[in-house]
Nanobody
Framework: QAQLVESGGGLVQAGGSLRLSCAAS????????MGWFRQAPGKERDVVAA????????YYADSVKGRFTISRDNAKNTVYLQMNSLKPEDTAVYYC??????????????????WGQGTQVTVSS
């Protein structure tokens, strides 16, 4: 069983940057597919970015392509989301998620097994 803890959220002005981290417990992290999702008030939880276990393959939502970068350090059991050129519409609670089986990335929240508690990102205009 994996436990995920996000950090790095906060308040930033439009055009600024933040780096989110998600630390995972357990020895099997290096075999997990990981994803970052976000949920704004009154909206569904949507994928932001996803990465396969080896970091060879990644996926980005169209809305963040060219601005966000997902990466992972399997030696540190951590996945990151570097967010640049932030916009007010990026404001949401950001969640990391882990899927324990599979070789690729996954973009549906229903495909993930474990979730963190979320971290708030607020971008002011």
């Amino acid at each position: 069983q994996a436990q995920l803890v996000e950090s790095g959220g906060g308040l930033v002005q439009a055009g600024g940057s933040l780096r989110l981290s998600c630390a995972a417990s357990g020895r099997a992290f290096s075999s997990y597919a990981m994803g970052w999702f976000r949920q704004a008030p009154g909206k569904e939880r949507d994928v932001v970015a996803a990465i396969n276990w080896s970091a060879i393959s990644t996926y980005y939502a169209d809305s963040v392509k060219g601005r966000f970068t997902i990466s992972r350090d399997n030696a540190k059991n951590t996945v990151y989301l570097q967010m640049n050129s932030l916009k007010p519409e990026d404001t949401a609670v950001y969640y990391c998620a882990a899927r324990t089986v599979g070789s690729t990335w996954y973009s549906s929240p229903y495909e993930y097994d474990y979730w963190g508690q979320g971290t708030q990102v607020t971008v002011s205009s």
